[in-house]
């Protein structure tokens, strides 16, 4: 996958050359390019925001250093891209981090993760002019999604929450190909419900004992135990999912009814 970022803060995103993003990309999972939006600029102080027009707070990212961004990054990873004989004239999906976006789930990850090239625009003031979304998206899919209900000062860390969900589900980046299985949000058995409890040895430590159940080597009694765990943490954390996870259920047993 490639993964290319605008930005007027490239060094926000140094933890994309660490731990297992960093790997990843050391292994060629993952090629990952920093634009800086200020080498768009025309002029001598490289400013990339304005006034808002219609007046109200803070400054909104001018349209030209963006578009000028968004046509060097779709020519440089086209030529990239067709190198590696991935068809001529592709273009990426442009993932836009903004609170006023779908939300990212992990469901959101996955769709990405299957995607062979990402751009990601993260915004800072109070936004990008609503027109250099509007001409992106006239020649590549767009995507505007949010990693929760608050704002932050600018996208780049909401860049690096989803290089990361997306980066861990690509083939061959997470040790135990299986890890991700029973993520979270993931899909499956467990779909829709949140991961339970999790121990490693000692088996007894300040006193607590590690779950009995967990150390029987019954594999049929650990799961249903595993499943019960993620139905209680669901419904104490998150009671919001347990109608999509029941229902879920329901049409499965429903089908094979
Ligand atoms: C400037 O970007 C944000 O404030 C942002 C981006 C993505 N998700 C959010 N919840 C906020």
Redesign the pocket.
Known sequence: MRIDVVTIFPEYLEPLNVSLVGKARARGRLDIHLHHLRDWTTDVHRTVDDTPYGGGPGMVMKPEPWGAALDAVLERGAEELAGRGLGEGAVPTLVV???S?RPFTQELAQRLAAEPWLAFA???YEGIDRRVIEEAADRMPVVE???????????EV?VLVMVEAVARLLPGVLGNAESHRDDSFAAGAMADLLEGPVYTKPAEWRGRAVPEVLLSGNHGLIARWRREQAFRRTLAMRPDLVGRWEKAAFDKHDRKA
Do not use: E
Request: glycine letters at 22%.
């Open positions: 981090p903004t609170p976006g993260p915004a800072r999604a949010s990693i929760g209900d608050y704002v932050l000062a600018g996208g909401a």
